[in-house]
């Protein structure tokens, strides 16, 4: 599969895309108006952040108690009930005079289902798609992701300068509604790729499995912390520029865009495992420059933010990699692993880059996060080198090892 006209015409990729289009702009939409409606009733830069990102911190639960489900579950009705328990989500956030407490309970359980709706939406993706097709149709999903992004945080933006943060949770609410409708007049029944029944037990074995191998464990690690430390950079946009945050996030969705694009389509296959480390390096250094503070003038903050968040097309190089270490009928519970943990130092680091930047500023906190990423990624770099004989590729087919195989 070698261009995104072929992507097109495969049964079932469209719906799949357009549902996860209409999720990302309801998921842009009510992050930034439930963080601006956080901002604007507590004047607190932790709460904002956690509001935004805290379903992510529910992520780890999902992934220790629900995940094997990904691939347990008939992936059609699960990608349209997770929509719409966003949708049901959404709207009781819109209600008036929600305590804050309650705000964050809902918040926590819309990503216990999002935990598990990310193993299902990507090994359904792989399914879909030939084995070699998978990389160019994330890349795909992920340039849908920065696209998207720019236009839920745009329209976000917009609609906030003239209706209300509630007004604005209630629109993300109707997206919500429309993505659980296209995915099930779109998709087709398909049966679960692995049989037995999801359970707590069965979630534990298999993320055992996945890692007693080393070079698993440090594919994972790469893909979850030195991006999740630039998402805590992120999370402090509506505290750093209360006015500018919209045209932040935008820029951030439009530097991923190009990531991806360039990574996905431009790069030659042979050319892609030598950029992981270098990805990960631009994704992190031109935060440094938020060390200036808030006298950094809104333009450079945004070209900032655009070179920098190309380094996420570093996922890519990583995830390509992932699925040579996996067999087929665990590339659900293994993708959903990896979102699920992605998604959980995410909300990890928005939380500490909140209470950095309430103990010190916003940009102190950009500073800081953006550092921790590069040392991460250096010295992730430097141990990959160390145990390079252990890093040969485990067989696609096959079970994994039972149990956990040191280093």
Not at 124 to 130: D, P
Request: include cysteine; charged fraction near 10%.
């Amino acid at each position: 599969m070698r261009s995104y006209r072929h992507l097109f015409r495969t049964p079932e990729f469209t719906p799949l895309f357009l549902s996860s289009s209409a999720r990302r702009v309801a998921q842009a939409m009510s992050g930034l108006a439930l963080g601006t409606l956080v901002y604007r009733t507590t004047g607190s830069p932790l709460l904002s952040a956690v509001s935004m990102f805290g379903p992510s911190l529910a992520q780890v639960l999902g992934a220790t108690l629900l995940l094997s489900g990904a691939d347990r579950l008939p992936p059609r009705a699960m990608i349209t009930g997770v929509a719409l328990a966003f949708a049901a989500g959404t709207a009781v956030l819109a209600l008036p005079g929600l305590p804050v407490w309650a705000l964050f309970t809902v918040v926590l359980a819309e990503g216990l289902v999002a935990s598990l709706g990310g193993g299902v939406l990507w090994g359904l993706l792989n399914e879909i798609l030939a084995k070699e097709g998978y990389l160019l149709g994330r890349s795909v999903f992920n340039m849908m992701g920065g696209l998207m992004q720019i236009t839920g945080y745009a329209t976000g933006g917009a609609l906030l300068a003239a209706l209300s943060p509630r007004t604005c949770l209630l629109l993300a609410a109707a997206l919500y509604v429309l993505a659980a409708a296209t995915a099930r007049l779109g998709l087709t029944p398909r049966p679960p790729r692995a049989q037995g029944r999801p359970s707590v037990r069965t979630t534990w074995r298999t993320n055992a499995r996945l890692w007693s191998s080393g070079p698993r464990r440090r594919l994972y690690l790469a893909l979850w912390i030195p991006n999740g430390l630039i998402v805590g950079c992120e999370s402090l946009y509506v505290s750093y520029a209360p006015h500018d945050a919209g045209t932040l996030f935008a820029c951030a969705a439009l530097g991923m865009f190009v990531g991806d694009v360039a990574v996905g389509r431009l790069v030659p296959p042979a050319s892609r495992p030598r950029l992981g480390v270098p990805l990960l390096l631009l994704l992190a250094v031109p935060y440094l420059l938020f060390a200036l503070g808030p006298a950094l003038p809104s333009a450079v903050a945004a070209v900032t933010v655009t070179v920098a968040s190309v380094g996420f097309g570093a996922s890519l190089v990583q995830q390509e990699r992932l699925m040579t270490l996996v067999p087929d009928e665990l590339t659900g519970h293994a993708l959903g692993l990896h979102s699920a943990g992605m998604l959980t130092f995410q909300g990890v680091s928005a939380s500490l880059a909140g209470m950095t930047a309430q103990l010190t500023s916003p940009a102190t906190g950009m500073t800081v996060m953006a550092a921790a990423s590069v040392t991460v990624t250096l010295a992730l770099a430097a141990t990959g080198r160390r145990r390079a004989p252990d890093s040969a590729p485990a067989p696609e087919h096959g079970p994994l090892p039972r149990h956990t195989v040191a280093d």
